[in-house]
């Protein structure tokens, strides 16, 4: 099955600073990859997406971008904001979208 | 409109005893699916419905674990003589149709004693 790598466990920037979180997987066959922000106690959320057909993907702040070839995926988290201050998981996964494989997460925190 | 909701948000049950998490999905989404987390971890995929059948459910960890969704909408996961290994957060998420985004529930927090 698919694996899923993520780096690093923890993350601490300064308000402002960029943040990036890196995600490595296994099968070349997985096609879509989400990322969730999880708060203490919460639901994970999707904060973006990108499938197979997309190289980068922006959405204000936040951008993912994919190389295929390598098997890893990043998400950036620009002009970071304490509210950024969260747990972050990516996943993978193939065929359908049926099974997601997560990542072990980070915890980013973001300092004022 | 409303969310995935989960009952009960939190679970306190002794070893050896049965115990059933209930899922509520968005409403017309035919996609439900199972996922367990535990402390520090990533939710780990458990089981898949699309409409009432169980389409994948490779991730059950063993036969103590069951879960059925008799009418295509709630879900109830049932975990049979707990083990204080299943104390874990069980996240619940729905989507559209099978390929779609999936919205993740709040969990319920089981602990076995």
């Known amino acids: 099955g698919e694996n899923v790598e993520q780096h690093p466990s923890t993350l601490s920037v300064q308000e402002g600073d960029s943040a990036v979180i890196k995600c490595t997987y296994s099968?070349?066959?997985?096609?879509?990859f989400p990322w969730y922000k999880q708060e203490l106690g919460k639901r994970p959320q999707l904060i973006i997406d990108?499938?197979?057909?997309?190289g980068e993907k922006k959405d204000q702040r936040i951008a993912v971008t994919l190389n295929k070839t390598a098997k890893h995926f990043s998400l950036h988290i620009t002009e970071t904001q304490p509210e950024d201050s969260a747990v972050y998981f990516c996943?993978?996964?193939?065929?359908?979208?049926?099974?997601?494989?997560f990542g072990s997460g980070t915890k980013l925190n973001v300092k004022p | 409109g409303a969310g995935v909701s989960q009952t009960p948000s939190n679970k306190v049950t002794e070893k050896g005893k049965y115990v059933e998490l209930r899922c509520d999905p968005i409403?017309?989404?035919?996609?439900l699916y199972w996922y367990r987390q535990s402390l520090g971890q990533g939710p780990e995929f458990l089981i898949y419905?699309?409409?009432?059948?169980?389409?994948?459910d490779s991730g059950l960890p063993n036969d103590r674990f069951f879960a059925v969704r008799p009418e295509g909408s709630v879900s109830t996961l049932k975990i049979q003589r707990t083990e204080r290994g299943d104390s874990a957060v069980y996240l619940c998420?729905?989507?559209?149709?099978?390929?779609?985004?999936?919205?993740f529930g709040p969990g319920t927090r089981l602990l076995v004693l």
């Open positions: 998420a729905s989507s559209l149709t099978s390929g779609e985004t999936q919205y």
């Open positions: 099968d070349s066959a997985s096609n879509y």
């Open positions: 990108i499938r197979s057909n997309v």
């Open positions: 996943a993978a996964t193939p065929y359908n979208f049926n099974k997601f494989y």
């Open positions: 409403s017309g989404h035919t996609a």
């Open positions: 419905f699309q409409g009432t059948g169980a389409a994948d």
